[in-house]
Nanobody, 121 residues
């Protein structure tokens, strides 16, 4: 069984930075890729970025150039460095295990509980 937990959310002013971490139990990348999602109030959950077990990374257009994925050592923690944050980045951020293929992420039922990111003055 895979267990995921997100860490590092908080409050930041526009233009600021936060680093989120997704800590997974066991060797998640032996079986899954990992995706970061977010859900803002009143909006649908959306994919933000994904990293494959082979280290390939994907970013959605609205975060490309501002957010950066990296893998911890050992490979059971994935970081999402978020720079130049905007008010519209305010959301609950989730990580999920799944498979990334053809530009899409197919999430399994393994999700973390989420961490709140608030970007505001």
């Amino acid at each position: 069984q895979v267990r995921l937990v997100e860490l590092g959310g908080g409050f930041v002013q526009p233009g600021g930075s936060l680093r989120l971490a997704c800590a997974a139990s066991g060797s998640i990348f032996s079986s899954y890729d990992l995706g970061w999602y977010r859900q803002a109030p009143g909006k649908q959950r959306e994919l933000v970025a994904a990293i494959t077990s082979g280290g390939n990374m994907h970013y959605e257009d609205f975060v490309r150039g501002r957010f950066t994925l990296s893998m911890g050592s050992p490979k059971n923690t994935v970081y999402l460095q978020m720079n130049a944050l905007r008010t519209e980045d305010t959301a609950v951020y989730y990580c999920a295990a799944g498979a990334f293929s053809g530009g899409s992420f197919y999430a399994t039922d393994y999700w973390g509980p989420g961490t709140q990111v608030t970007v505001s003055t």
